[in-house]
């Protein structure tokens, strides 16, 4: 577990530079670490884009909402006004 969170504070930049640069003498010599921490950069990467792709979703179902329901005429018209006047 300590070398989790010391893997994140690392990729995160949240390390002391002294500390920071012991973890970096470990990554050269420890294999095993090297692969754990690339393989939380890569959870790191993952995370980002699932989030990135539920909030094109989320704002995907706003636009629907906005700009095809019929009752939002006006805001439309407005919308348009700002953008083409």
Do not use: C, W
């Amino acid at each position: 577990m300590n070398n989790i969170r010391q893997t994140e504070d690392y990729l995160k930049g949240q390390m002391e530079p002294v500390e920071a640069l012991l973890f970096k003498a470990r990554l050269l010599t420890n294999p095993l670490l090297r692969m754990n921490v690339r393989l939380q950069q890569k959870a790191y990467s993952l995370i980002s884009f699932f989030h990135r792709n539920q909030l094109k979703q989320e704002v995907n179902a706003v636009h629907e909402q906005l700009f095809n329901d019929p009752e939002k005429e006006a805001f439309r018209q407005q919308i348009s006004h700002i953008f083409n006047p």
